[in-house]
């Protein structure tokens, strides 16, 4: 017999050990009931319920995800559009293309992905296409004689005339513009000096710079030449003063414009009006 108080209870345990051992048989099988019970409960509702939420927040994703990439898409369209008009203005050509041509849209996929990497590759090789021709344009643009040589009084124009010494008619194969003496005369694109020095047929001191691509300019009745033979120029840059040398009247420049060998009218490159 085994007596246990609690402060005024009394129990009378008669075989304290095997009780003892009885309850703790009972407590487990009690906590191997709640667990077990807990288990079954997480794995049938639980899990079941946190899978639900995993698949919702998956097709929220997924849709949040085409919606992006239709955005994506629409930009990349948007940019093509662009480029062709650029593509159009520098005269390269391009593939009439867009998003729908790589099927991009639809069920997010890997491939989709994919499509959407290619489309965007294109968009790059495309770029660096205008960015090439762009580049060659503007190299091309700095050869063309698109300024008037100085800065003066237009006083002759191209074409037929009354010679100003014989009174006769002439072809007038340039423009002339009248400056004072002294005046920088400017090289109009970039070019090399094919000719500087004296000319005999009545050009007095003059300069002749070769653009490239059959454009080539002369700059006459100059009272001083400021550049050499062989050396590269830049549109804008002082090759030499205005004067009167040659078959000349007064201070002026006579400009002159050839393409292919054949002069054309200067003025159909300058981009001011100087009547």
Not at 75 to 82: E, S, V
Not at 120 to 142: G, P, R, S
């Amino acid at each position: 017999m085994k007596v246990i108080k609690f402060g005024n209870i009394i129990i009378f345990v008669k075989d304290f050990p095997r009780t003892i051992k009885g309850l703790a048989v009972f407590l487990t099988v009690i906590i191997s009931i709640l667990f077990g019970g807990l288990t079954f409960f997480y794995l049938k509702f639980l899990k079941k319920l946190y899978s639900q939420r995993v698949y919702t927040n998956l097709i929220k994703e997924n849709q949040e995800l085409r919606k992006t990439m239709r955005e994506l898409s629409k930009k990349l369209d948007d940019m093509y559009n662009r480029q062709r008009v650029l593509a159009s203005v520098l005269n390269v050509p391009l593939y009439d293309i867009s998003s729908d041509n790589f099927a991009i849209g639809g069920q997010i996929r890997d491939v989709d992905i994919d499509k959407i990497t290619s489309y965007a590759k294109f968009q790059e090789d495309v770029l660096n296409q205008l960015e090439i021709k762009a580049k060659l344009t503007k190299e091309e643009l700095k050869r063309i004689p698109s300024i008037p040589p100085i800065k003066g009084v237009f006083s002759s124009g191209f074409g037929i005339r009354k010679d100003p010494f014989t009174g006769g008619i002439e072809f007038h194969k340039g423009i002339d513009i009248s400056a004072p003496t002294g005046t920088p005369i400017v090289a109009t694109a970039d070019g090399v000096v094919e000719y500087a020095g004296w000319n005999s047929e009545g050009y007095g001191n003059q300069v002749v710079i070769d653009h490239e691509n059959g454009i080539k300019t002369r700059y006459a009745h100059m009272f001083k030449v400021l550049v050499k033979e062989g050396q590269r120029v830049k549109r804008g840059q002082v090759i030499g003063l205005v004067g009167s040398t040659g078959k000349s009247v007064a201070p002026h420049v006579h400009y002159e414009v050839y393409l292919n060998g054949n002069p054309v009218n200067p003025t159909r490159y300058i981009l001011v009006d100087l009547r």
